[in-house]
């Protein structure tokens, strides 16, 4: 499980990350001034990412430390698990695959259609199938 500080040093990338569509975050000077103006030192910022990277949260993608890195389907479902409730995650989840495997049996099409379909913004269905990939946890 994540603390308090590793929970908003997520966040915050995840908000970094969000307006690509992806969960990459290469603008670190904009993570890091983010952390700084809501009262996190760099240092503070550097160590909950090494512990993050070490727990598998998060996965460097840089040559250099705290360069770029990628919030891991494991990182990104404690993410979704804080912000809906273990059960509201739970509950999405069943929900996206129930309706997923039926929009398969019916011939697949553009996921934006499994999006209206659920009744749900396309964002938020890419982030649950994504969150819920098969992954190692480091």
Same mark, same amino acid.
């Given at each position: ?43 503070? #910022?550097?160590?909950?990412?090494? #512990? ?42 069943? *929900? ?30 890419? *982030? ?11």
């Amino acid at each position: 499980m994540i603390d308090e500080d590793g929970m908003r040093f997520l966040t915050a990338a995840r908000k970094v990350a969000e307006p690509l569509a992806c969960y990459f975050v290469d603008r670190t000077e904009t993570l890091k001034a983010d952390l700084l103006r809501a009262g996190m030192s760099t240092e503070k #910022a550097l160590q909950l990412y090494r #512990a993050l990277k070490q727990s598998g949260y998060i996965r460097p993608t840089g040559a250099w430390e705290f360069d770029s890195f990628e919030i891991t389907p494991f990182g990104f479902r404690e993410l979704l698990i804080q912000q809906y409730g273990s059960g509201g995650y739970r509950n999405r989840l069943s *929900e996206v695959h129930r309706v997923y495997r039926e929009f398969l049996l019916k011939g697949g099409g553009a996921i934006e259609k499994l999006a209206v379909t659920l009744n749900m913004s396309l964002l938020s269905v890419q *982030e649950i199938l994504y969150a819920d990939a098969p992954t190692k946890r480091r």
